[in-house]
């Protein structure tokens, strides 16, 4: 790890960042707090409740069958139990952070098959858009479809070439990758006509799901590797461009046969691409 925790900490201090970064082990992990309030336990459920409405009829079927696998949404998860559950489908578990962490602890916890995820959860006047991930985007958006086992194989790749990239200058492509995909992708399969999301980032917004599936103003790409990571992003504002897949395999398949120091070398430098205009 490049950075220190105490150094991690007093940076977030000063940005503002709310968790509490002092009680972060040496990989900026945290035991997963138990003193949710009725207010948490309200707000979990009301979000839940309302995205459900939606994903049940927008999300591709995987990240609805992992919701189902899991058990997930009666109540706040307790992560040691899902991690039990996680590891037996496709040696998945997750562990408790304080919120964003350096992006090498993220991309080494990747790599070992650790998703980070925020132990505190939003209040009940930002239902509707908070700048920096709880737990409802990092568990309702990001951990069902890690029980599918393409995509889980994904992204432990993911966290293997892409923390080495991210050591030769390609953190801004590695970034753009993860944001189309992990955050913003869509799947359209071969054959099926229709649309789904997977993306965490829709699977936890209630505005931008339905525009990203169901609008005709949503600007649809077909996924291609190079030019995702091409493509410049903004975090907050609606996507400009979503890409669609056409499965996890094309994903997988795609990244594991990239080579990334010869992508990252050729194209870090270069203006990136305007995602209206892909
Ligand atoms: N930390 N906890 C957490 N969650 C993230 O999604 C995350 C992070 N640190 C870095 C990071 N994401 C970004 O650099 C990704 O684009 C890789
Ligand atoms: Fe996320």
Same mark, same amino acid.
């Given at each position: 790890m490049s950075i220190t925790v105490e150094a991690y900490a007093r940076?977030?201090?000063?940005?503002?960042?709310r968790g509490d970064y002092a009680a972060c082990q040496a990989d900026f992990t945290v035991e997963q707090s138990h003193d949710y309030t009725d207010?948490?336990?309200?707000?979990?459920?009301?979000?839940?409740?309302?995205q459900t409405k939606l994903t049940?009829?927008?999300?591709?079927?995987?990240?609805?069958? +992992?919701? =189902?696998?899991?058990?997930?949404?009666?109540? $706040? @998860?307790?992560?040691?139990k899902v991690?039990?559950?996680?590891?037996?489908?496709? +040696?998945? =578990?997750?562990?408790?952070?304080?919120?964003? $962490? @350096?992006i090498d602890a993220f991309f080494d916890h990747l790599a070992n098959?650790?998703?980070?995820?925020?132990?505190?959860l939003r209040s009940k006047k930002e239902l509707d858009y908070i700048v920096e991930p709880d737990m409802f985007h990092d568990f309702f958006g990001h951990v069902p479809i890690l029980t599918q086992p393409v995509f889980a194989d994904f992204m432990q790749l993911y966290g293997l070439k892409g923390g080495e990239a991210v050591k030769i200058g390609g953190e801004q492509m590695v970034s753009r990758l993860y944001w189309y995909t992990a955050e913003f992708g869509l799947m359209r399969e071969s054959g099926a006509p229709v649309l789904k999301a997977f993306g965490a980032g829709l699977m936890s917004s209630f505005t931008e799901l339905q525009f990203a599936v169901t609008s005709p103003d949503a600007h649809h790409v077909p996924f291609d590797l190079g030019t995702?990571?091409?493509?410049s992003y903004e975090i907050d504002k609606f996507q400009r461009a979503y890409f669609v897949l056409p499965s996890f395999d094309t994903l997988r398949d795609a990244f594991s046969k990239a080579d990334m120091p010869g992508l990252v070398a050729r194209w870090k430098d270069a203006e990136p691409l305007d995602p209206a205009a892909v």
């Open positions: 940076e977030c201090a000063e940005q503002g960042l207010e948490d336990r309200e707000v979990w459920h009301i979000l839940c409740d309302r049940s009829k927008l999300a591709h079927h995987s990240y609805l069958d +992992g919701v =189902e696998a899991l058990g997930l949404l009666e109540q $706040i @998860p307790d992560f040691h991690s039990e559950r996680l590891r037996g489908m496709t +040696g998945w =578990e997750i562990v408790a952070v304080p919120g964003l $962490i @350096p098959r650790r998703f980070p995820v925020t132990n505190w995702v990571m091409r493509t």
